[in-house]
């Protein structure tokens, strides 16, 4: 099997009833996007420190228990790297949301999440996320618009990522 390098991430939605947090992402990946908060796992930290220690570091937001709900695998054409996304949901958390150098965060209503300006497959599996059914998914894009290709099933895997390397 040939090796592949995994890009180890994570999004994390604190919710209200109804509603969802947001943050529209001012600097790289994804600028100019709303998604939820997260980045790439440390080399020192489990996945879930990462997604707490990214929520703290990009919306000031405090979440002690977070649940896993889903996990996405992303591939570009023509690219060797594969990004794993590990998706958690929290509705207990401390705090207000605060504005970062990373991030801008909004309350949505569920019925008014701002799909045409946020990655294009978030529209296919946050129906998952919003009712709590666990989810894994694959997306294969062309560039940052394109999907080629895509599968989503309802279930989700203690296992973590198969990784061969990652960076
Ligand atoms: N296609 C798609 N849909 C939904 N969400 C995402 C994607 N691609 C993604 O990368 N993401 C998510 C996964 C992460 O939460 C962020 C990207 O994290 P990034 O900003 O690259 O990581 P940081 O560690 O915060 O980066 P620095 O700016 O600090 O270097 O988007």
Redesign the pocket.
């Known amino acids: 099997m040939s090796e592949r390098l995994r890009k180890i ?3 994390v939605f604190v919710r209200e009833p109804g509603k969802i947090l947001l943050g529209l ?1 001012k ?4 600028c100019g996007l709303w ?6 796992v440390e080399k020192n930290e489990t996945i879930l420190q990462g997604a707490k220690r ?1 929520l703290v570091e ?1 919306c000031g937001i405090q979440a002690d228990v977070l649940e896993r709900i889903g996990l ?1 695998n ?1 591939e570009f054409e023509n690219d060797p790297v594969i ?1 794993e ?1 590990h998706v958690f949901l929290t509705f207990h958390y401390i705090g207000d949301p605060v504005e970062t150098e ?1 991030m801008k965060p909004e309350w949505y209503k569920d019925g008014e999440i701002p799909f045409n300006q946020m ?1 294009p ?2 529209k296919y599996w946050f129906p998952y996320m919003l009712q709590k059914r666990k989810f894994e998914a694959y ?1 294969l ?1 062309k560039g940052m618009d394109t999907i080629l290709d895509y599968w989503i099933k309802e279930s989700l895997n203690d296992c973590c990522s198969s990784v061969n390397k990652i960076i």
């Open positions: 991430l994570t999004l992402k600097r790289g990946f994804g998604n939820g908060f997260g980045g790439k990214e990009e996405i992303f990004m996304v990373e990655w497959d978030d997306f894009f």
